[in-house]
């Protein structure tokens, strides 16, 4: 056991630290730039030194390092340190672009890939329906190949950043015969395509993230499928996973816990600050618990990861997005404990908006709220428990009456 | 970066699993509950031959010169078999005397407390929940110490009592004229509390010794410990809620069972790496230590406990037991919890080392 991370690790990170001191903020008139376009032009320089998405092939954009999963943290410690914008949209490179190298041809890894990582290509995905969500198979949108062009219909829901998309990765059903997991594919669409409607939906809290897309008899060209006809199923797992994987990131929630912290030695609770109180400081702790639980589990995976005996910690990647998500929620709900009139209030338009940025009251009370989003979003908390039970403790699956072909006896 | 086991490592702590497994089943420790305590000086000298009591004692000294990363392994595992053995007061004390004690000192007891000849352990807390060195009272002067100590595992048999004095000093007692051992009706019977009155009983400084450090590596096995006892107790729960029978189908099927398993699992299974790092801190980070250990102990130790309540009523009924075996991890659970003073003592002591 060595916590270290060595020479040639250090030495890695002494040169992100001083790119990044180099590159950002941008400088000349670049500032001038919008948000979207400085965070485009920092990730093409990013790419090119080989600090971002580094494993993608050279031929794509990438840096063709081969997986190194401390590197990786030690590169990710130095840009959330130095506050570069290089989480940003999340959908197309943490998501899509693993699932074209996977199964995509190289013709869409060429067109596709290199602009998704420099953020010029925005993507969504489109997967739950109205009326499939956990159960996410019955989806009903569908793709009927007529010519050359797929015929799309149908609604997909709760897609995020739909009206800031270029593209849409998405599950339609292409073979309506076909058992529920075969009949369907995956297909890249673009968003301005003639008949497809999106409408944002407003959220609990007030902002809008995500969005309802309606498709009526949108054509896009056949050659906008990833992998085979009613291969889509399996597909779209490489992209479930990495969503799972994204979500369990402790580097966030601890950025949210100092935040907390923050709060609870700026406010004030029977004439002391707030972070003085007993109570106080016995809940923060024990939240302190949960994340540094976290944390190490992340680094007993990434050690795992990195020796190649991925076996021996199956069961902690199982668990981190429940985990993750858990103490989220602790630590929004003791937040909201701090500032309680702030919550009989409604916040502001801005704070409405998650991200990385100041924590005032407005953004809290959001976050209260937010926070169930991670319960629901990328596998509900729910499936997960179902997904430990099972995968984990080995427990019976459960029983599926429409699987079996008749309903379950009382 | 290498937060993994060294092979050494993963070896010593399977050999003492399969041990745990092959000598230890629950029948053995039930028998321990029920007063039929002739199997534990067998167990000890089972691990004895492992080399269990003297891992962290030097080399030079017999014992296996190595750390509290390793005891904590070790302790793991005893808390999965809720083992009963006298463990925790043995490791804590030839800790303190390898680490604190004088060349004399270490030269007249190391080689027997390695070999598992002589037995030692700690007396450290006092009345009112008095865990921690600062709130000692025991009085050390001109080689006698008085006092009263209490909820000392492990103390009858013990040739060598490490004892914590005023001003957070510890001081060698050997059972004696002004020694009194005076056993408490113990709820985990596997490891049975005393106490210990010292009426003007020679005693010994040792010197180098520092307290604190010794509640923390405490704390460390605790966690450990915990850790080991929710773990098997999720398994064992798992297996029986699958065996089990209602309604024609394994209880296991039923998704609310299903889901409290999983939460279960999720409370434990993530925090091996919190102890671990815990131990590796005292080992390797002195500037961390002490923060880690009190969150381990906080953290994995309530876990833990949370886990053994869900498990006795998962188990209905029979959970409910003196013939199940699950109190015999509830109560393990339970002196894991309190031992060295409950989670909120250490969560504050955590969040003053924060600086908040």
Same mark, same amino acid.
């Given at each position: 056991?060595?916590?270290q991370?060595?020479e ?7 040169e ?22 400085q965070?485009?032009a ?8 080989g600090?971002?998405?580094r ?9 063709g390092?081969a997986?190194d ?6 590169i990710?410690q ?10 940003g ?7 899509l672009?693993?699932t074209?190298?996977e ?5 869409q890894?060429?067109r596709y ?6 953020g ?8 739950s ?7 996410l ?5 569908r793709?009927e ?5 797929w ?5 997909k829901?709760?897609t995020?950043? %739909? ?8 599950l339609?059903?292409t073979?309506?015969d ?17 008949g497809?409607?999106v409408r944002p939906?407003?959220m ?7 969005c309802?897309?309606?498709f ?7 050659e ?15 992209t479930l ?19 907390l912290v923050?709060?609870a030695r ?9 972070i003085?109180?007993?109570?106080v ?5 024990e ?11 992340v ?7 990195h020796?190649e ?7 902690e ?7 993750s ?16 009139? /702030?919550?009989?209030?409604e ?6 908006t998650?991200g ?11 976050q209260?709220?937010?926070s169930?989003?991670f319960?629901?979003?990328g ?32 | ?5 060294s092979e ?5 702590? /399977? ?6 497994a092959?000598?230890?089943?629950p029948?053995?420790?039930? %028998? ?8 534990v000086p067998a ?13 962290v ?11 509290l ?14 083992v009963p ?14 680490r ?11 080689p027997?407390l390695a ?7 700690v007396?450290?807390?006092e ?11 025991a009085?050390? %002067? ?15 048999? %013990? ?6 004095c ?10 004696g004229p ?13 490891r049975p ?10 005693a010994e ?8 450090r010794?509640v923390?590596a405490g ?16 398994r064992?729960t ?6 089990? =029978?209602?309604?024609? =189908? ?16 999720l409370?434990?299974?993530?925090t091996?790496g919190l ?10 980070i002195p500037?961390?230590?002490?923060r880690?250990a ?6 994995v130790?309530d876990?833990a ?7 006795v009523?998962?188990?209905g ?5 003196w ?5 015999l ?5 339970m002196?894991?919890?309190?031992w060295?003073?409950?989670p909120?003592l250490?969560?504050?002591r ?7």
């Amino acid at each position: 056991m060595d916590l270290q991370f060595g020479e040639e690790y250090e030495t890695l990170r002494a040169e992100v630290r001083a790119f990044c001191a180099a590159t950002w903020p941008l400088r000349g008139d670049e500032p001038r730039l919008d948000e979207r376009e400085q965070s485009i032009a920092w990730r093409k320089r990013a790419l090119a030194a080989g600090f971002l998405h580094r494993t993608v092939p050279r031929a794509y954009g990438g840096a063709g390092a081969a997986l190194d999963v401390l590197a990786e943290t030690v590169i990710r410690q130095e840009l959330d340190r130095a506050g570069v914008p290089h989480r940003g949209v999340v959908q197309g490179p943490q998501m899509l672009v693993p699932t074209l190298l996977e199964c995509g041809s190289d013709e869409q890894r060429r067109r596709y890939i290199e602009p998704t990582l420099t953020g010029e290509l925005v993507w969504c995905q489109g997967y739950s329906e109205p009326g499939a969500g956990s159960d996410l198979a019955s989806l009903q949108s569908r793709a009927e190949l007529v010519g050359d062009h797929w015929v799309l219909s149908g609604q997909k829901i709760w897609t995020s950043q %739909a009206d800031q998309a270029d593209m849409m990765f998405g599950l339609f059903r292409t073979e309506p015969d076909a058992p529920k997991h075969a009949g369907i594919s995956y297909l890249l669409i673009p968003m301005d395509t003639p008949g497809i409607d999106v409408r944002p939906l407003t959220m609990m809290q007030g902002g809008q993230d995500f969005c309802e897309v309606f498709f009526d008899g949108a054509r896009i060209p056949a050659e906008n499928i990833v992998g085979r006809r009613g291969e889509g199923w399996k597909v779209s797992r490489s992209t479930l996973r990495h969503e799972r994987m994204l979500i369990g990131d402790s580097a966030i929630v601890r950025i949210t816990f100092d935040a907390l912290v923050e709060l609870a030695r700026g406010v004030r609770r029977d004439g002391r600050p707030a972070i003085a109180h007993p109570l106080v400081r016995q809940r923060l702790a024990e939240i302190a618990g949960y994340l540094a639980t976290q944390e190490w589990s992340v680094a007993r995976m990434l050690t795992a990861i990195h020796q190649e005996r991925e076996a021996q910690v199956a069961s902690e990647v199982l668990m981190a997005k429940l985990l993750s998500t858990n103490v989220q929620q602790m630590i929004a709900k003791l937040a909201l404990e701090l500032i309680p009139d /702030s919550g009989l209030r409604e916040p502001g338009a801005g704070d409405a908006t998650m991200g990385i940025g100041d924590y005032t009251p407005g953004r809290w009370v959001s976050q209260y709220m937010y926070s169930l989003a991670f319960a629901i979003a990328g596998g509900a908390s729910n499936v997960q428990r179902n997904i430990i039970g099972e995968l984990v403790l080995g427990l019976p699956r459960d029983r599926r009456p429409r699987d079996a072909g008749a309903p379950r006896a009382g | 970066m290498n937060f993994a086991l060294s092979e050494e490592q993963e070896l010593l702590q /399977s050999t003492v699993r399969d041990f745990v497994a092959k000598e230890c089943p629950p029948q053995r420790v039930h %028998a321990v509950f029920d007063g039929r305590t002739e199997a534990v000086p067998a167990l000890w000298k089972g691990l004895a031959e492992i080399g269990v009591p003297g891992l962290v004692v030097p080399e030079s000294h017999g014992g296996a010169g190595l750390e509290l990363l390793e005891l904590a392994l070790v302790a793991e595992e005893l808390g999965r078999g809720a083992v009963p053995v006298p463990f925790l007061g043995h490791g804590l004390a030839a800790l303190a005397l390898a680490r604190g004690g004088s060349p004399a000192q270490q030269e007249t007891w190391l080689p027997r407390l390695a070999s598992g000849a002589a037995r030692a352990t700690v007396a450290l807390a006092e009345d009112g929940g008095r865990w921690l060195p600062q709130e000692w009272s025991a009085e050390l %002067a001109s080689g006698r110490v008085r006092g009263r100590k209490q909820l000392v595992p492990e103390a009858e048999g %013990a040739a060598l009592f490490v004892v914590g004095c005023r001003g957070g000093e510890l001081a060698l007692v050997e059972p004696g004229p002004g020694v009194r051992v005076i056993p408490e009706l113990t709820l985990d019977r596997g490891r049975p509390l005393a106490a210990l009155e010292l009426d003007g009983a020679r005693a010994e400084l040792l010197a180098a010794a520092d307290a604190a450090r010794l509640v923390d590596a405490g704390c460390v096995l605790l966690a450990a410990d915990a850790f080991g006892t929710a773990h098997q107790l999720v398994r064992a729960t798992t297996a029986y809620l699958q065996a089990r =029978q209602q309604f024609g =189908q394994p209880l296991a099927q039923f998704q609310a069972l299903k889901h409290q398993l999983a939460n279960m699992a999720l409370e434990i299974d993530p925090t091996r790496g919190l102890w671990w790092y815990a131990a590796h801190a005292f080992d390797r980070i002195p500037a961390e230590a002490a923060r880690a250990a009190a969150l381990a102990k906080a953290h994995v130790t309530d876990r833990a406990q949370q886990v053994a309540r869900d498990a006795v009523e998962a188990h209905g009924g029979i959970g409910f037991t003196w013939e199940s075996d699950v109190h015999l991890w509830f109560k393990r659970a339970m002196f894991d919890r309190l031992w060295l003073g409950a989670p909120e003592l250490h969560r504050e002591r955590f969040a003053a080392l924060e600086g908040w």
